[in-house]
């Protein structure tokens, strides 16, 4: 009996590929993503540093430079949060683009592995077809000898 080969193995495995390449372009936009809120995190920290600092200050007589550099820096942080969260808009874009590319190729590969299934399945009915034929003529060859009276050989 012929053993079952699936024609399109290699249009199979070449979608598996680019399958696990999407995955693995997904996993660094997340990493990427993880890192943007990490610094958004940590500036939002700083900030908030920052104002409990001035607070602290309140009733204090500062410099017109210490004033200046305080608020500069609290203006500079600002921006930067405002970089980053526009930043991470882009990267969650990005992710949902990058979602659905590997959702696509998901679907192209199980189309594919159904496809393989339903073809072995039929396979393995004609090669159970195949071999209840030769049965029934065996089967049919020694009803037809024992009705003659003629001997069959062992063998077949």
């Known amino acids: 009996m012929a053993a079952f080969r699936f024609r399109l193995g290699s249009v199979l495995r070449h979608r598996e590929r680019k399958r696990e390449d999407r995955r693995v372009e997904l996993r660094a936009i997340e990493q990427a993503k ?3 809120i990490a610094e958004i995190d940590g500036f939002e ?3 908030a540093g920052q104002r409990r600092e001035m607070e602290g200050q309140e009733g204090k007589v500062l ?5 200046k550099l305080g608020a ?3 203006q500079r942080l600002l921006e930067r949060i405002r970089e980053r969260r526009a930043a991470l808009v882009a990267v969650e874009q990005r992710a949902a683009a990058k979602r659905e590319e590997l959702l696509q190729a998901d679907r192209e590969v199980k189309s594919l592995e159904q ?3 339903k073809l072995k399945e039929r396979h393995r009915l004609e090669e159970d077809r ?3 034929k030769l049965l ?3 089967g049919q060859r020694r009803t037809l000898g024992v009705e003659r009276g003629k001997k ?3 063998g077949e």
Do not use: K, T
Request: aromatic share 8%; glycine share 4%.
């Open 152 to 154: 069959l050989p062992h």
């Open 72 to 74: 500069d820096f609290s």
């Open 136 to 138: 029934d003529e065996v």
């Open 115 to 117: 496809l393989r299934g």
């Open 63 to 67: 410099s017109i430079a210490e004033l």
């Open 34 to 36: 993880n890192n943007l």
């Open 45 to 47: 920290r700083s900030f």
């Open 130 to 132: 195949e071999e209840q």
